[in-house]
């Protein structure tokens, strides 16, 4: 296959990662409080020990807010990859390779330390999904320069 088709198809492939993550902010943020969403959050209280009324709503909170923060990201990461697309620049997708590098291993541990393993595979995933595209379009790009 040709690198120039090589490298549209990774690009809709971020594209469509990215309208994941803003869906996934919107869930989160307007309907993590949905009785679908229970089994969830009492994982999560049971792991830390306080699966009280006011813990489950601290919880939903905090997940909510993570949702609108997920959005944001997800508009970054649309706008990083349309830069980089258009102007062929590996410095951008090496920087967004940095990101995941530095949010990934942190965001694995925060969640092992309270041995919530669904976390963990979810960013294991996503990094399964995202990392090597990046890579890939960082080397075609710094090939082309």
């Not at 971020?14 to 409080?33: D, K, M, P, R």
């Not at 649309?78 to 942190?106: C, D, E, K, N």
Request: proline share 2%; with cysteine.
């Amino acid at each position: 296959m040709h690198t120039d088709t090589i490298r549209k198809w990774l690009i809709s492939w971020l594209y469509l990662l990215t309208c994941g993550h803003f869906a996934a902010g919107v869930l989160l943020a307007w309907f993590s409080n949905l009785d679908l969403f229970d089994h969830y959050h009492q994982s999560i209280l049971m792991q830390v020990g306080n699966s009280s009324v006011s813990a489950h709503q601290l919880q939903v909170w905090w997940v909510r807010l993570f949702g609108a923060t997920l959005q944001n990201l997800a508009i970054y990461m649309g706008v990083l990859t349309y830069v980089a697309s258009r102007q062929r620049s590996a410095f951008v997708w090496a920087w967004m390779v940095v990101g995941l590098i530095v949010w990934a291993p942190q965001d694995m541990l925060i969640s092992l330390r309270i041995d919530h393993w669904l976390h963990v595979w979810v960013d294991a995933g996503a990094l399964l999904l995202m990392l090597p595209p990046l890579i890939i379009l960082w080397w075609i790009d710094k090939e082309a320069a």
